[in-house]
């Protein structure tokens, strides 16, 4: 006879309010990156939390990672649950930092308000909803199944919204992520409940600095404006790089339509004088800039490589040296990351699309992200394929205003990640009377 599941399901929705609750503890826990505050806090808070469940837990502090500092600790929380037999590590990775609240909110960003079935606050969406999704999916397993195969894991890491490298990927050079220890790895990111990620863009970050020459500002004919070179950067990205860009389009299913091709984005421009305090009262010096710096972010696609995309933005500079008098710059590659695909065949692919067909009644949407998230360090340094992201979440609403996560796609990406355990730490689930697991 198949596996029922039905008082799993029945638990989870059982747990309704407890999954509120929590998602509205993790809300009120404003773990802004950067700088990096509270990770200690929501760290503690989880390791509560998954010790009073039967988890044996870690508090582990990336030392020596990018923004590590006694000031701003990089804190992470790993817990692992063992069944009493063996078999596979199942583990769920969430990011515990969230960006910072801009403007345009009509609730508290930390408040955690409730209305009209959804749940508002920075990170609710990206990604403390997913996160606490997990938590009561995991629970609500190993109490329907406490006799069940391999282990649980759950983590609870630091600084994705900056790259991950005092999270994951410190986690992974440490071998936390090793294919012999960890198996399958699901990353509750919102790419909707009805959606399988199997991966995402390649980045790369550039800083570049054109130079001038200091004079006083009523005779800049006796100074050299690196502002001006610098719009002559601009303009070249304008007239030969960003048709470049959009004329190329990737095989790879990226959301939305409009990722489906090479974008970059001009993160920040500074140039000449420093901005004063504003308290300052006073007019600026007269003065002609003799640096202006951009910050570049540049999403390419599977078929693009690194040295192609580098390459590209370097010729454009090099071709204004070569035709515009005095314009010399600087480029300083900043960070990149190579794209990341999953195998459709792979087997934590297979069972949380089963599981979405027999909860949700309908077959997945495999898609890629637009942007990177902590995939990139499990494929790249922790060498395991096996990972995918699903969580709940609507992806548009990152980093918005009035962020929010809907209350029924909490409970449903619940059901499926529980479900999804049943595959593939319960050897009867996939017992020959029950056909094979696909």
């Given at each position: ?48 939390r ?51 609240v ?39 397993f ?39 220890r960890?198996?399958h ?12 990620c ?27 404006c ?9 303009d ?28 970059m ?41 690194h ?48 599981a ?51 209350i ?31």
């Open positions: 006879m198949p596996l029922d599941t039905d008082s799993l399901i029945a638990r989870i929705d059982s747990m309704r309010d407890d999954l509120i609750a929590l998602t509205q503890d993790l809300i009120r826990i404003p773990t802004l990156n950067p700088p990096g505050e509270c990770y200690r806090e929501i760290c503690d808070y989880l390791d509560t998954l010790t009073r469940h039967g988890f044996d837990t870690q508090l582990i502090r990336a030392h020596g990672a990018p923004g590590d500092s006694d000031k701003y600790p990089r804190w992470n929380v790993l817990a692992r649950k063992e069944g009493h037999h063996a078999g596979d590590c199942v583990h769920f990775n969430s990011h515990t930092d969230v960006v910072e801009g403007h345009g909110w009509t609730c508290d960003p930390f408040g955690g308000e409730i209305s009209d079935g959804k749940i508002y606050g920075r990170g609710a969406c990206d990604m403390k909803g997913g996160l606490a999704a997990s938590i009561i999916a995991t629970e609500a190993i109490a329907e199944y406490p006799d069940f195969h391999g282990a649980i894991e759950i983590s609870g890491t630091a600084d994705e919204e900056s790259g991950g490298y005092g999270g994951v990927a410190f986690l992974a050079e440490r071998g936390f992520f090793a294919p012999e960890v198996q790895v699901i990353i509750p990111e919102p790419l909707h409940k009805d959606r399988i199997l991966g995402h863009r390649g980045g790369w970050w550039a800083e570049i600095e054109t130079f001038g020459e200091i004079a006083h500002g009523s005779m800049p004919f006796l100074g050299d690196a502002v001006r070179h610098m719009g002559a950067v601009l070249k990205f304008e007239s030969d790089l960003y048709p470049a860009m959009a004329a190329r389009h990737t095989d790879m299913p990226v959301v939305p339509e409009g990722a489906r091709q090479s974008t984005n001009i993160n920040s421009i500074h140039g000449g004088q420093p901005e004063q305090p504003k308290d300052y009262t006073g007019l600026p010096a007269h003065c002609v800039p003799d640096s202006c710096r951009i910050v570049i972010d540049r999403r390419y696609l599977a078929e693009e490589s040295a192609e995309v580098s390459g590209e933005v370097e010729g454009l500079l090099n071709d204004l040296s070569a035709q515009r008098e005095n314009f010399r710059y600087e480029m300083r590659e900043l960070n990149h990351v190579a794209p990341s695909m999953t195998d459709r065949a792979a087997p934590v692919v297979t069972t949380v699309d089963r979405i067909q027999d909860i949700l009644g309908k077959s997945p949407d495999y898609v890629a992200s637009p942007g990177t998230y902590d995939q990139k360090h499990i494929d790249r340094i922790g060498k395991l394929r096996n990972c995918i992201a699903y969580g709940p979440g609507i992806l548009e609403m990152a980093h918005k205003p009035d962020e929010y996560i809907g029924d796609d909490m409970v449903d990406s619940a059901k499926v990640m529980a479900h999804s355990l049943t595959q593939l730490l319960l050897p009867q689930a996939n017992d020959p009377e029950n056909g094979p697991k696909e």
